[in-house]
């Protein structure tokens, strides 16, 4: 699919500033919609959407079909009645300048769940429609997300494969005595579903009449710890127990000299085929009312994949076993149309992998960060190369903002040694052309200056930030995926900088 020249920034929702612990769906995404149109910027992206489990990742959800409920708006919930003000007056506890998981969560859910009480007790006959027909429109998929997150409720947060017998192992006896002994809490899962989805379609809608599309994110595993993997355990390589037989991760690379361990559980390939990718086209088609563009995330994976086993203590153990590569994205082109795909081609990356990528003509990624070191790939990273069917960052949410790239040691959150930041500093300098400018800015313009169709920046880029505003470090589990920014700091300086790039380099 072609794209036509364009900017844009990402930011998670979780990321966006507000008095209720976390970012959510209310006053100041559309603020941030409202800056981005004023700066001229076409694209929104956004991290997985899903509920968080393990270590608050969205590439660890409890489902890859719901909405994270934490983000529903709570003010929009009390301007119609179904909160109070001493309702959220909890609230004040709550850390405002990051993320506090295990409070927001207590908090927010707490707090939602009077909201679905007041709902069931005065929705009128239109809301109750409404609920219904969202339950009956998102039933295949609805329905074991309500349970499971209700089982995993009475079982005290347990993984799924610690349940009692019959429910851990899906007996329909044990299906429908769960499903009728927790009815009331099924309903509560899915209002909160139905209440995220309207809250998300409306901030998508003003989001459009700005001239702004929305990039979401499919994660090419889900959790094992996950509705998808405990309602469709034919699908996933695991053992008798239902504990993962083998685990993904890429081998040793940039972050790490033992590579990464992720600890998702592999897809039995051969029986989504036999299938016919149903569970896949499902999840392309739920996205795709989510998104307007999806980035494929581990886009490698789909044409072959780092298979680890379960019990290996790192992911430098594992082993390459091929994927379906076009096999699928046949089925998915069949069963939806051309596909808005932007492909994380990052990584370990083959002639095959490439090959793949054009076969659909799906735009690759880059990382700006990445094209000033000794990496052998470095070169395909550098401006001067780029194709124009290319996605080009400054960074991912996974590296260091670019300011904390270009101020910190770099030693200890990559493979490099102090000998090779100092070169490649050195090399950014030459490269770049620029003395004493502002780091994060050489970059944009450089970014939004290259043929690359569509140009993403971090925010914590656009606001110039430090190593403080990193939303990830890969391999670790905690301290991740907790930074906001502050009420204050999309300034008007800030926004026309921005929109005068964009207009310069026609994007």
């Known amino acids: 699919m072609e794209f036509s020249r364009c900017s844009g920034v990402l930011l998670h929702i979780t990321s966006l500033p507000g008095p209720y612990g976390i970012g959510d769906l209310g006053q100041s995404a559309y603020e941030f919609a409202d800056f981005l149109a004023g700066a001229g910027q076409k694209l929104w992206q956004v991290l997985p959407l899903s509920p968080t489990g393990y270590g608050d990742s969205p590439y660890q959800g409890f489902s890859a079909f719901a909405g994270n409920p934490l983000c529903v708006d709570l003010e929009a919930?009390?301007?119609?009645?179904?909160?109070?003000?001493?309702?959220?007056?909890?609230?004040?506890?709550?850390?405002?300048?990051?993320?506090?998981?295990?409070?927001?969560?207590?908090?927010?859910?707490?707090?939602?769940r009077r909201a679905a009480e007041k709902f069931f007790q005065q929705a009128s006959p239109a809301e109750r429609l409404a609920l219904d027909a969202f339950c009956r429109d998102n039933a295949s998929w609805l329905d074991d997300y309500a349970l499971f997150m209700a089982c995993k409720e009475v079982h005290n947060g347990e993984v799924w494969t610690r349940w009692e017998r019959g429910i851990r192992q899906r007996q329909p006896v044990a299906l429908k005595e769960w499903a009728a002994r927790l009815a009331r809490e099924l309903e509560i899962f899915k209002y909160w579903q139905f209440e995220f989805f309207q809250q998300w379609h409306k901030l998508k809608t003003y989001c459009h009449e700005r001239g702004i599309r929305i990039m979401g994110d499919i994660p090419i595993y889900v959790a094992h710890d996950s509705a998808d993997v405990w309602a469709h355990s034919d699908l996933f390589q695991l053992d008798v127990q239902g504990n993962p037989a083998v685990v993904a991760g890429v081998p040793p690379d940039y972050f790490s000299a033992t590579g990464q361990l992720w600890g998702n559980p592999i897809y039995r390939w051969e029986v989504m085929a036999d299938l016919g990718y149903g569970w896949w086209i499902d999840r392309f088609r739920a996205a795709l009312d989510l998104f307007d563009v999806v980035r494929l995330d581990h886009f490698r994976g789909f044409e072959a994949y780092w298979e680890?086993?379960?019990?290996?203590?790192?992911?430098?153990?594992?082993?390459?076993?091929?994927?379906?590569?076009?096999?699928?994205?046949?089925?998915?082109?069949?069963?939806?149309?051309?596909?808005?795909?932007?492909a994380e081609n990052l990584g370990v990356v083959t002639p095959e992998v490439e090959a793949l990528r054009k076969e659909f003509g799906f735009p690759g990624m880059s990382l700006l960060q990445f094209a000033f070191g000794y990496d052998p790939q470095g070169p395909s990273f550098r401006p001067h190369n780029y194709a124009r069917e290319l996605a080009a960052y400054t960074g991912g949410h996974d590296n260091d903002t670019t300011v904390g790239w270009w101020t910190s040691s770099g030693v200890g959150d990559s493979t490099r040694t102090a000998e090779e930041v100092r070169k490649e500093r050195a090399f950014t300098r030459a490269y770049l052309g620029f003395e004493n400018e502002a780091i994060n800015w050489v970059f944009i313009r450089a970014l939004f200056a290259s043929v690359a169709s569509i140009a993403v920046v971090p925010l914590q880029d656009v606001l110039g930030l430090g190593s403080e505003a990193r939303m990830n470090l890969p391999g670790t589990i905690k301290g991740n995926w907790t930074w906001r920014y502050s009420r204050g700091a999309l300034t008007e300086e800030i926004r026309d900088r921005l929109h005068a790039l964009t207009r310069i380099y026609d994007r």
């Open 308 to 342: 680890i086993p379960a019990n290996a203590p790192t992911a430098a153990h594992g082993r390459w076993v091929k994927a379906p590569g076009a096999s699928l994205f046949r089925a998915l082109q069949t069963a939806l149309g051309e596909l808005p795909v932007v």
């Open 77 to 112: 919930l009390r301007a119609r009645g179904l909160l109070s003000t001493a309702d959220l007056a909890g609230a004040s506890a709550l850390p405002q300048d990051q993320v506090g998981y295990g409070p927001v969560i207590t908090f927010r859910l707490a707090v939602l």
